[in-house]
């Protein structure tokens, strides 16, 4: 049975409100998902490929090889960072994905608050940097996958926030009821 709620442009089913939820949560996960994709990639590259991130091709002109001809060292340590990151993107990925799918989805507020501020504080520290302007890159292949993914997450998020606070609450845990 669904019931009808009031609001300022006329009423929503408890069901709509749950579908929200539900495609919310689903659009988290994937965009979860991507930025385990996106990590994958990440450390793929490190290994075989150009030794660059993606839309990286040279630092100023300077090729890995370059690099490597000059000290070793320095694509190696290159290498180790690479490898760090693309590690702690596919963690936070996995971790979104998780909360978005079991959390989430389950109308659980802590899970999509946990969510939101593991893609927020590895976004907010990982991209001013882009934009300093430090090394030459391809803006679309470097960023555009990220920014696509959180595009998807920030949609999911708005949905999956409205029809959790929607949601019917138990007044002793805050936590959301079927009915």
Request: net charge negative; no cysteine; glycine share 10%.
């Amino acid at each position: 049975m669904s019931t009808n709620r009031a609001t300022a442009g006329g009423y929503e089913t408890d069901h709509e409100l749950e579908r929200g939820t539900r495609i919310g949560s689903l659009l988290m996960a994937f965009a979860g998902v991507a930025f385990v994709g996106y990590g994958i990639v990440f450390l793929a590259r490190t290994f075989f490929g150009t030794g660059f991130e993606l839309g990286v091709a040279t630092l100023n002109g300077v090729t890995p090889a370059d690099l490597d001809a000059i000290d070793p060292a320095i694509m190696h340590y290159i290498n180790h960072l690479h490898v760090a990151t693309a590690a702690f993107i596919i963690a936070t990925g996995i971790a979104i994905t998780a909360l978005a799918w079991y959390g989430v989805r389950s109308g659980q507020l802590w899970a999509w608050a946990t969510a939101i501020a593991a893609a927020v504080i590895g976004l907010a520290i990982a991209l001013p940097m882009h934009y300093a302007d430090l090394f030459a890159h391809d803006w679309v292949t470097h960023l555009g996958p990220i920014y696509l993914a959180t595009i998807v997450f920030v949609i999911g998020a708005a949905l999956a926030y409205r029809g959790i606070q929607s949601a019917p609450q138990t007044a002793e845990t805050g936590e959301n009821v079927e009915a």
